[in-house]
């Protein structure tokens, strides 16, 4: 194992994250099943277009008249095909960062910005503010996600256990969490110089200055950070450093 090195303070904080990727929901042998039929109809129509070329002289040249049909056919399955064997879901990543869904621009929620989380429809939805400040919503589909769903359930548990309304019938539908799922990545570092502080709301201008709130990632300025975090988790540690690192800085109200 690595020896831990001495952070900075403010960094020390450990991110981790995992990725999931989305199963496809449809029965490989549909899909199979259906390129099949397409890839027939495709090359029936095909031969039966063109194939008289081969075969008959000009003057005798006579397409069967269903060709273009099944031409037609045959394509129009072998898109649905394709469409159906392509899952619709984006890739998800769950961690110290919250819940985020990678599609388009990567749209994530933070677990202190999480308003609620529901199972709708076979997917747990999870409700709250995004990263540029809008409401941001991410369905995650008990069938194309079970791993991210579960392990999103198991983290808001233990961070925003209070925002979960799932009845028990309901947590029983969604599969246990286990370790070895996902794909284990580096997040990058928390972005912290331009946060607000959540309980002075003063700028974060300089980085050592921040604390993060290690369950929910909340972020506070040294001199601000409560006892108890809002959601609920002590804050002791944070204070206690910011004591031992500056016994000598006084603190100005600015
Ligand atoms: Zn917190």
């Known amino acids: 194992m690595a020896k831990l090195t001495k952070r900075k303070p403010g960094s020390k904080h450990q991110r981790w994250e995992k990725r999931f990727l989305p ?20 090359g029936g129509g095909f031969w039966g277009q063109f194939g008289s070329y081969l075969h008959k002289a ?7 008249q269903y060709a273009p049909w099944l031409l037609a056919a045959g394509a129009i399955i072998t898109g649905v095909a394709i469409w ?3 899952s619709g879901a984006a890739s998800v990543r769950v961690g110290s960062g919250g819940v985020a869904e990678e599609r388009g621009q990567g749209r994530r929620i933070a677990w202190w910005a ?13 409700k709250g503010t ?22 999103t359930l198991k983290e808001a548990s233990t961070r925003v256990g209070d925002k979960i309304t799932l009845s028990a019938e309901e947590r029983e539908t969604v599969p246990a969490s286990s370790k070895s799922e996902g794909e284990s990545i580096t997040p ?46 002590s804050l002791a540690h944070l204070r206690g450093n910011q004591d031992k690192a500056s016994p000598e800085v006084a603190e100005s109200d600015e």
């Open 58 to 64: 000009p003057e005798d040249f006579e397409a069967w």
């Open 84 to 86: 159906i064997g392509t």
């Open 188 to 233: 990058a570092p928390l972005q912290l110089v331009g946060k607000r502080c959540s309980k002075s709301d003063k700028v974060i201008a300089y980085e050592p200055d921040a604390r993060v709130c290690p369950r929910c990632e909340r972020v506070y300025r040294k001199e601000s950070v409560p006892k108890t975090c809002a959601c609920g988790a």
């Open 23 to 42: 199963r496809s929901t449809t029965s490989p042998t549909l899909v199979y099943g259906l390129g099949g039929l397409g890839a027939l109809g495709l």
């Open 130 to 151: 995004g990263e540029t400040g809008d409401d941001e919503t991410i369905t995650l589909s008990l069938a194309a996600l079970p791993e991210a769903a579960a392990l």
């Open 114 to 126: 999480i308003e609620s989380i529901t199972l709708q429809n076979g997917a747990l939805v999870v």
